[in-house]
């Protein structure tokens, strides 16, 4: 039985302008499982660095206060000693693994810890069974996709079965199924081992129906803390850019905001909303698309593509097909998100797109240069100051341009700033002499990005001149941008179609919204949701269009 205490607890990173943690006073109970909100930067890796010891031990910096694991005092106790009963995972996983084999990685604590060759093992299958990855133990690390990173490393902090799991951003790289199943997992060991977990996410409406009770940071300070359905009462009038879809869909309707969908369904039913909205949603939720989805890419004035891949394979000599025969056209200014599943070849064909790697049968051509933003921000930052990475456009492209950031190093940036600084490298800045970009694909270029960020991104994607094809997991991202939505299954383009039409039907690859609605209508987002439910017939979409 193992519980957190942290006692008036601040924290500030060397050299930054600002505390990471104020006077933080928070208990956590044997065995709670607690989601850990709040925007980018506003301090929840901080805290959970805290709790696993790396924070001041690694880290260093101006360290206040008291934090005791499982009754080991922090400021005593380093990041070793901890690791006996603190299972970590951080939102870089490519960091944590340090060993040549997923199995050589999961049994690797495991025979640190002086376990015999039956407990080592037992522990190495047990965890790979709980995450689906039995099928990679005898694969090269390097040769992981992100998804498969992510559930490597947390399945190496699984092995031992740790009093108290530490998770920042733990389902950022999983597709809707991994994802779905990794919350069941931690729900599982939550109420068999009384495993104590600690879970910081911004994707809430992954987690929060499974939690006992969520805290909310802004600026290093806790600002709320209490069950799930009294954090979403609070987000719905005090943090809006915090809230579920789900229950900014309820707030609109007029019905109290509740975490889940089984919860949110009852609600709506309980307001006399959803009875029959299947047929009343039909026919008045055909929203017309956004202004940039109406843009005609057919007829006999259209452009050369901005992107083409014809035929493409890539066969491995030994080894799986890891592009089977895609076709694929983007038109100049075309918005397109590409899902799939993990390891369904999402970033292999992004890296054919770009140039990076050939295809062994079958053709790519591009109209111009194409900007590829890969999953690891970290391989695009080379100095030491967050101002001498990208021109001054592109930083005030991504909102890092404040004077809070210009000489921070990159290293000390929060998840999601990282990923705003890797793209702004990508980006440049047309005025820099390099040729436009005709394509911009990007993967997973939401890992770690709040809400808020998540907007504004959408926008910037929306201004550029360029194409864009990003691979994401992130289905409300891609119906906040896509103008088309495409499936990719074992290499393989098995959907290709209007993105109201691909993400409102089925159970994974769909919002919350449309989860919650049945898909009726083909609403993706709250508010089409909404207008849905409550709102006045929609004008007709062909007169709309024309």
């Known amino acids: 039985m193992t519980g957190v205490r942290l006692e008036r607890v601040s924290y500030r990173y060397p050299g930054a302008a600002s505390a990471a943690l104020h006077d933080v006073t928070l208990t956590i109970e044997p065995g709670e499982l ?18 696993s010891g790396l924070v001041p031990h690694f ?8 934090v005791t694991v499982g009754g080991l005092d922090t400021r005593s106790h380093g990041p070793g000693e901890l690791a006996a009963s603190v299972g970590t995972l951080f939102q870089d996983p490519e960091t944590q693994i340090v060993m040549g084999t997923v199995r050589a990685e999961l049994e690797f604590g495991l025979r640190n810890r002086g376990l015999g060759a039956s407990a080592v093992a037992r522990g190495v299958e047990e965890a790979a069974l709980a995450l689906g990855i039995s099928p ?9 996709s992100g998804g498969e990173l992510q559930r490597t490393a947390l399945g190496a902090a699984l092995a031992g079965r740790p009093g108290v799991l530490v998770l920042d951003e733990p389902t ?34 992954r987690c929060l129906h499974a939690a006992d009770r969520a805290i909310a940071l802004e600026q290093g300070r806790i600002v709320c803390d209490g069950t799930p359905s ?70 006999p004035q259209r452009p050369a593509p901005a992107l083409e891949l014809r035929g493409v394979w890539h066969e491995l000599r030994s080894g799986p097909v890891l592009l089977r025969g895609v076709d694929l056209t983007l038109a100049a200014g075309e918005r397109v998100a590409l899902l799939g599943r993990n390891g369904a070849g999402k970033s292999t064909l992004l890296r054919h797109a770009a ?30 100051r967050v101002c001498d990475e990208a021109p001054a456009a592109a930083l005030r492209a991504v909102g890092l341009d404040g004077p809070e950031f210009a000489d ?24 820099d002499g390099t040729a436009p970009t005709a394509v911009l694909c990007l993967d997973e270029p939401t890992r770690g990005m709040d809400r808020g960020h998540k907007r504004s991104l959408a926008t910037l994607l929306e201004g550029l001149d360029g194409a864009v094809l990003v691979a994401t997991h992130d289905t409300e991202f891609a119906a906040s941008f896509a103008q088309r939505v495409l499936l990719l299954a074992d290499g393989a383009l098995i959907a290709d179609g209007p993105a109201r039409e691909v993400l409102s039907g089925g159970s994974y690859f769909v919002t919350e919204t449309a989860r919650i609605l049945g898909g009726a209508g083909a609403a993706l987002t709250p508010e089409q949701g ?14 709309v269009i024309a």
């Not at 990679?136 to 992981?144: N, P």
């Not at 707030?251 to 009852?266: M, Q, S, T, Y």
């Open 136 to 144: 990679l133990l005898d694969r090269v690390t390097a040769e992981l």
């Open 34 to 51: 607690v989601v850990i909100a709040g925007g980018s930067g506003s301090g929840k890796s901080t805290l959970l660095r805290a709790v």
């Open 530 to 543: 909404i207008a849905a439910l409550t709102g006045p017939p929609a004008p007709d979409r062909a007169a």
């Open 230 to 299: 009294e954090f979403l009462a609070w987000v719905v009038s005090q943090a809006p850019a915090l809230a579920t879809p789900g229950a900014t869909l309820l707030a609109g309707v007029g019905c109290e905001p509740v975490p889940g969908v089984k919860r949110a369904r009852a609600a709506l039913r309980s307001a006399g909303l959803l009875a029959g909205a299947e047929h009343d949603c039909a026919k008045r939720a055909d929203i017309p698309p956004k202004s940039h989805n109406r843009r005609r890419l057919r007829g």
């Open 172 to 205: 950022s790289q999983l597709d809707p199924v991994a994802g779905d199943e990794l919350i069941g997992l931690l729900r599982r060991a939550n109420e068999d081992s009384d495993t104590t977990i600690l879970l910081a996410e911004h994707r809430l409406e």
């Open 59 to 66: 880290h260093g910096g101006t360290f206040a206060g008291r």
């Open 408 to 431: 921070r190093h990159p290293r000390e940036l929060s998840g999601g700033e990282k990923q705003r600084l890797a793209l702004a490298v990508v980006l440049g800045d047309p005025g």
């Open 355 to 384: 140039g990076l790697m050939t295809p062994t049968r079958g053709t790519v051509r591009a109209a111009g240069r194409v900007g590829l933003l890969m999953q690891n921000p970290g391989d695009y930052l080379v100095h030491d």
